[in-house]
């Protein structure tokens, strides 16, 4: 008899240069063994260089993706990235609490590689009050961090004291990314009581177009797969790392990591 399968349902944008957003994730979710499923919430043209058009779907629509998704399939864990505007965050939320999605990954995304803004100023608050209070963990960078927190976020004393504002708003846990830090990256989990750091040496490199969908929707499917936080966290840590080793050049901006690195070289 088969095994069921984890199932984990990504709410994000599209990226139509297959680098970051849904592609990424679902990506992710079927490199580590997970059935991928997706409700978009925004259309983007964009590339390696920069995002050209964004077209928000209606809030019914997204929510009827969630709807359709959930009753059938069913979500053992959600990620939620590109939300661009409040209204959709405030429908996105009701629809996890409606249907009791209580595993989350929010991954707060507010601009993009390029530089490109894809969240509306209005919908920050939002953001901060309906979204992560429901989060099993939220992956803020430095600069998302610093948004949510109102403050510069510099050095590993600041991410302690935005990790513990993040955790105030009422999500389980945290991890701020330090891949902004002017000395070498260290990420820091923080979930109220237990921190641990996630040293990593930098790596020389464009192809990072999407690693920051790419470590929250890893999280999301080893906690589908049934691994505890730690070990979902430090788990995804570890690959994103390894795809961004293995990435190969796509475009000529920043290109995508390499998501299947287990399955095939980069040079065959």
């Known amino acids: 008899m088969m095994t069921r399968v984890p199932t984990a349902l990504t709410i994000a944008g599209s990226d139509s240069g297959g680098g970051a957003g849904i592609q990424a994730d679902l990506k992710t979710f079927s490199a580590l063994g997970v059935f991928g499923t997706s409700a978009l919430t925004a259309i983007t043209a964009q590339n390696t260089r920069a995002v050209t058009a964004v077209f928000e779907l209606p809030a019914a629509i997204v929510a009827a993706q969630i709807d359709a998704v959930v009753v059938d399939i069913g979500a053992d864990a959600v990620k939620t990235g590109m939300i661009a505007s409040s209204e959709l965050i405030r429908v996105v939320a009701a629809k996890l609490r409606e249907h009791g999605l209580r595993t989350l990954v929010v991954d707060p995304v507010m601009v993009a590689k390029s530089g490109d803004r894809l969240l509306r100023e209005e919908a920050v608050e939002a953001l901060r009050r309906e979204l992560i209070p429901l989060a099993t963990v939220v992956t803020p960078n430095l600069p998302e961090a610093e948004v949510l927190v109102g403050r510069p976020v510099e050095t590993l004393d600041d991410m302690r004291a935005a990790a513990a504002d993040i955790v105030g708003l009422g999500a389980r846990s945290v991890v701020v990314k330090g891949g902004h830090l002017a000395s070498d990256p260290i990420d820091l989990f ?78 065959m």
Not at 220 to 247: M, Q
């Open 190 to 267: 923080y979930d109220g009581e237990h921190a641990f750091e996630l040293p990593a040496r930098r790596i020389e490199t464009t192809s990072t177009h999407g690693t920051g969908c790419t470590f929250a929707s890893a999280i999301a499917a080893l906690l589908a797969r049934g691994e505890n936080l730690e070990a979902a966290v430090r788990g995804a840590k570890d690959y994103v790392t390894t795809a961004i080793e293995r990435a190969y050049p796509v475009g000529h901006g920043h290109g995508p990591v390499h998501h299947f690195y287990r399955w095939w070289p980069a040079s």
